[in-house]
């Protein structure tokens, strides 16, 4: 009996449910707009990043080596073959500015991620800006703990290496001559084009992926705290009902954020 393919979207839930399965009361949040919201990005994107990394290794790369493939038996069995002296070696160039493109296309995709989050986090906040002033995640994050949040990829190896791949690739002709240059392009040749393999690209997705997880939790955490630590305005005449909803909200939050770690030991 032929074995039912899993459905991508279907892994995708079911993968999210799991890690969401491991963070105390991170139902309570699906209870509002707001929740619903931050959850259908994190569906959104992962599907986009898993949708990224099957179109380049199951169609692209595979394409690039094909071509490879079919040059080099066309030179081989080229009857002017005596003439031309071109190796195997030397047809790989397809393939490794295919996967230098993808490169370029994966830090975009962090971008993406990054500001549709903070984006998502604001707007999961927006309520509490009826009782009281708060400030957009990103601001809150640069005045309490000095980090410029659209900037933090220098912070991480596998953002800083991905963003310095793009940079190398969209300003310098792929060559590995950004500076500062990145600790893993050090000993490289600055006069040969940047060249990586299929097994550690594939490598460097999953590891943006599961910063990208990291980054969620991280980014909520920032929202959470300005939330629970927030002066509310005129407290006193704050209609019961209102009152009522926001220490509920409030409460749902620390149950959540008992469970992640410190934004500044993170970025740090």
Not at 90 to 101: A, F, G, M, P, Q
Not at 174 to 186: C, D, N, R, V
Request: net charge neutral.
């Amino acid at each position: 009996m032929k074995k039912k393919k899993l459905n991508s979207i279907d892994f995708i839930i079911e993968k999210l449910s799991k890690s969401f399965a491991k963070i105390k009361n991170f139902e309570l949040l699906q209870e509002s707009e707001e929740g619903r919201r931050l959850f259908d990005l994190i569906v959104k994107s992962a599907a986009e990043m898993e949708s990224f990394q099957s179109l380049f290794l199951n169609y692209y790369i595979p394409a690039s080596n094909k071509s490879i493939f079919d040059s080099w038996t066309q030179i081989s069995n080229s009857k002017y073959k005596h003439l031309l002296n071109i190796s195997k070696d030397d047809l790989k160039d397809n393939l490794y500015e295919t996967i230098r493109l993808g490169y370029v296309g994966l830090f975009h995709k962090y971008e993406s991620y990054l500001k549709a989050l903070v984006d998502a986090t604001n707007f999961l906040l927006k309520e509490m800006n009826e009782i009281s002033n708060l400030l957009p995640v990103e601001k809150y994050c640069q005045k309490e703990y000095g980090i410029n949040i659209f900037k933090s990829h220098n912070h991480f190896a596998i953002t800083s290496k991905v963003n310095f791949i793009s940079n190398c690739i969209k300003h310098y002709d792929g060559l590995p001559i950004k500076e500062p240059i990145h600790i893993e392009f050090l000993i490289s040749n600055k006069t040969k084009k940047i060249e990586i393999g299929r097994d550690e690209f594939k490598s460097d997705i999953e590891r943006m992926k599961n910063h990208c997880e990291l980054l969620l939790s991280q980014i909520m955490i920032l929202g959470f705290k300005q939330f629970i630590e927030a002066e509310i305005d005129n407290e006193n005449e704050i209609k019961a009902e209102f009152k009522e909803k926001y220490d509920g909200i409030k409460k749902n939050f620390e149950l959540v954020l008992s469970d992640f770690t410190h934004p500044k030991k993170y970025f740090a």
